[in-house]
């Protein structure tokens, strides 16, 4: 993973609140993540301060001073939907509460390394998920242009013709799904049947042996249908239904 990861740790013990940070520095280290850890002991200097950062994931005690946990969320989520919320608290029968307000996941006190580093590694699962990622094409007829992939709806594959069907109309390009698969790598494309790659965020229906891919219906080959519509629902719980 290249680009930083914006990181808030919110919690009114200092220990607690160190060895956290020290456990980002220390999976940093270990799987070349890049984190912008930033530290707050309280959630009305956290809320002050996060509308001036976009954060990716948030570590969020639920007993705090003044605002607890769930009420500082609250506010957080009226302007940011996304955010990767992980209750850490020594009251497990609270962290179920913390889904009320989309939390991805909880850690109860004391937190290992361990635990931290399976929570945090399927908190960056996610955030691969939600990345949005620009792709160059060689477009048929020469020139190069640019697509984003929240905008990439599917690709489709004939014999050498590549056509990227997309939210603003249709590219052709040249190449071979092998290339397309590798430029996507890590994003939620998965194969229907050997010559569609489908967004999964664009699913809307699935038939027997078809699927709807932002308007359209293509088929899904009996050799592929199992394993797409295992990674279409590992997709779906993993981003609460897929936005």
Request: aromatic share 10%; with cysteine.
């Amino acid at each position: 993973m290249s680009e930083s990861v914006n990181v808030a740790i919110v919690e009114d013990d200092e220990e607690t609140r160190n060895k956290l940070g020290g456990y980002f520095v220390e999976f940093g280290r270990e799987f070349g993540v890049d984190f912008r850890c930033y530290a707050y002991g309280d959630g009305e200097s956290f809320l002050d301060d996060e509308a001036k950062r976009s954060l990716d994931i948030v570590i969020m005690d639920i007993k705090l001073p003044g605002a607890d946990g769930m009420e500082t969320v609250r506010a957080l989520r009226e302007r940011d939907r996304n955010v990767i919320v992980i209750f850490a608290t020594n009251m497990a029968q609270f962290a179920v509460k913390g889904y009320e307000v989309e939390a991805f996941d909880f850690m109860v006190k004391p937190v290992t390394y361990p635990l931290f580093s399976v929570k945090i590694r399927r908190a960056l699962e996610r955030f691969d998920v939600r990345r949005d990622k620009a792709i160059w094409i060689n477009v048929t007829g020469g020139g190069r242009k640019q697509i984003r992939t929240s905008e990439l709806k599917y690709i489709e594959v004939m014999g050498h013709k590549i056509t990227y069907h997309t939210t603003d109309g249709d590219l052709v390009a040249s190449g071979s799904m092998i290339k397309v698969q590798e430029a996507l790598r890590g994003l939620p494309f998965e194969l229907c049947n050997r010559c569609y790659l489908v967004n999964l965020k664009f699913v809307t229906e699935i038939r027997p042996f078809q699927v709807i891919v932002g308007g359209d219906e293509l088929q899904i080959s009996h050799l592929k249908r199992n394993d797409f519509l295992s990674k279409l629902n590992a997709f779906l719980a993993g981003s609460g239904g897929g936005t």
